[in-house]
Nanobody, 127 residues
């Protein structure tokens, strides 16, 4: 397994941008599918975006499609979530997650598929 640590959260005005980073430890990060999830107060954790080990396949929740971009740099053992045109409803704790895809291009929206999680970073969007 890999250990994950998010950074880059903060307070931003509506319409603004933030870039979240996910630092991974472990030599096998490059065979892990990586995803981002978020959890708002009083709500269940939900899928945001996912990227295959090579970066060749991505998937986005409809609510963020066209505004968020997921990417990764396996040489740096890092993943990113670029968030633009932020809305107050994007306010949540954002979590980086990963699972061993064995090098396949499989991506998943299913929370239980992911067995490696970071501790989360708070994103607050003010109106």
């Amino acid at each position: 397994q890999v250990q994950l640590a998010e950074s880059g959260g903060g307070l931003v005005q509506a319409g603004g941008s933030l870039r979240l980073s996910c630092a991974a430890s472990g030599r096998t990060f490059n065979i892990y599918t990586m995803g981002w999830f978020r959890q708002a107060p009083g709500k269940e954790r939900e899928f945001v975006a996912a990227i295959s080990w090579s970066g060749g396949r991505t998937d986005y929740a409809d609510s963020v499609k066209g505004r968020f971009t997921i990417s990764r740099d396996n040489a740096k053992n890092a993943g990113y979530l670029q968030m633009t045109s932020l809305k107050p409803e994007d306010t949540a704790v954002y979590y980086c997650a990963a699972f061993n895809s064995g090098g396949s291009a499989y991506v998943s929206r299913v929370l239980k598929q992911y067995d490696c999680w970071g501790q989360g970073t708070q994103v607050t969007v003010s109106s």
